[in-house]
């Protein structure tokens, strides 16, 4: 039997259904909804996926404004969505984003 685990340094919350990133590869655009995330990365749904390593910027709005990071493409789900590592957000982003993850953890 196989036990998997989840080497995550952050625990992921499940954002709520409205919550939606936009995401940034070069001059291209999109929005697609969130289905989690953590101070270490997030997970989007899109079909819409580009290949793992790919450098990206994203851009979601919490209760007290925009978080904005760079991260990586880390992983694929077939028809679902990417797993993204953030690599690098200023402090005042970081500080909101966990301003919020503290508020899903107590729902």
Avoid at 18 to 44: C, D, P, Y
Wanted: hydrophobic share 40%; proline share 4%; glycine share 8%.
């Amino acid at each position: 039997m196989s036990v998997e685990r989840d080497t995550r340094r952050y625990p992921r919350r499940n954002a709520h259904k409205a919550m939606l990133v936009v995401w940034k590869q070069g001059t291209q655009k999109r929005v697609s909804r969130l289905e989690n995330l953590g101070l270490g990365g997030l997970f989007i749904c899109t079909q819409e996926c580009p290949p793992v390593g790919t450098s990206l910027h994203v851009l979601f709005n919490v209760p007290e404004g925009e978080v904005r990071a760079r991260a990586i493409v880390r992983n694929l789900a077939t028809s679902r969505g990417m797993g993204l590592a953030i690599v690098s957000m200023e402090q005042e982003h970081r500080a909101r984003l966990d301003r919020l993850l503290q508020r899903l953890a107590a729902e």
